[in-house]
């Protein structure tokens, strides 16, 4: 019978990696948001096509920022509900063996892992 772990240190340091990325990421939305409609208002009249090409870089660019902070964060939060289910997991099986041993008057150590 094949056991499968959750590799909990590594899901931990990838977390931790990308846990501020959708903060920046909205950030950088802005800042990009904010430099073309500069960039926009220094556009004359006489330069509509110009000033179309940037408020449409500024419509895609900041929303696709934003798309991909809200993605890193459904990332984070799945992230979190798998460790959570993992544990639920050990702590529902450790009770059930717990129950077994009781049941058949022997004594069952289990031991939780870090």
Do not use: K, W
């Amino acid at each position: 019978m094949a056991r499968y772990e959750m590799d909990r240190d590594g899901v931990a340091s990838v977390r931790a990696a990308v846990s501020g990325d959708p903060a920046l990421l909205r950030e950088a939305a802005q800042v990009v948001a904010a430099a073309s409609a500069t960039a926009r208002c220094g556009v004359g009249s006489g330069q509509p096509q110009l000033a179309a090409e940037l408020d449409r870089f500024r419509l895609v660019h900041a929303r696709l920022l934003d798309a991909m902070a809200d993605a890193v964060a459904a990332l984070c939060g799945g992230i979190d509900l798998a460790v959570r289910g993992d544990r639920e997991t050990e702590l529902t099986a450790a009770a059930a063996l717990g129950s077994l041993a009781g049941a058949h008057g022997r004594a069952a150590v289990v031991r939780a892992r870090a």
